[in-house]
């Protein structure tokens, strides 16, 4: 009986007024819905974080951790772009850089020449498409470093290897 007469008084109001109490009910439902699963999205971005965070401190702490003190490393394709970036940030961490470069009068070739750091920067001559350019260029590796360590070579492609000289696997092909 009491619907019948919630019923009843909506018939009597104006089209306007049952448009508007229409847009409001909808309105509200929309609204309680939203509240209802607010926390719910709040609480799976919190947690998300929290996994990205917990990932990220575990990444950190199982790294392996080399110390660039006295170490090479050797990076081709230094003439521009990521090669010459590569060996910028290299050298920033701390790391002596071998920079191989197919132009010794590039720009990346002259920045590399001319900054402060120099004395943490070689720039050698490097055709990797040239067998006798990659021969060359290793052997004048090899006299760079000496006995002290490579920490690694890296090219266009990303990380290569770690290792000391002797282990570039660079070998005549008979």
């Known amino acids: 009986m ?5 019923c009843d008084a909506g018939a009597s109001l104006s089209p306007s007024k049952q448009r508007m109490l ?7 439902v929309v609204g309680l819905i939203i509240y209802a699963n607010i926390f719910t ?13 917990g990932l990220d401190l575990i990444r950190q702490h199982t790294m392996e951790k080399i110390d660039p003190a006295g170490k090479y490393v050797f990076i081709t394709s230094c003439d521009s772009g990521f090669g010459l970036e590569g060996a910028k940030v ?4 701390g790391f002596m850089v071998i920079a191989g470069c197919y132009n010794d009068n590039s720009p990346g070739a002259k920045e590399l020449r001319s900054r402060p750091w120099v004395k943490k920067v070689e720039v050698v001559s490097l055709d990797v498409s040239n067998e006798a350019s990659v021969m060359a260029c290793a052997e004048e590796v090899k006299a760079i470093c000496n006995d002290q360590e490579m ?6 492609g990303g990380l290569a290897g770690v290792g000391k000289p002797g282990s570039l696997g660079v070998k005549k092909r008979s």
């Open 22 to 28: 229409l847009s409001s009910t909808v309105f509200l």
């Open 151 to 156: 920490g690694g070579n890296a090219g266009p």
């Open 2 to 6: 009491a619907i019948s007469k919630v």
């Open 90 to 93: 290299i050298r920033d961490l």
């Open 41 to 53: 999205l709040l609480t799976v971005m919190l947690t998300l974080a929290l996994a990205w965070y």
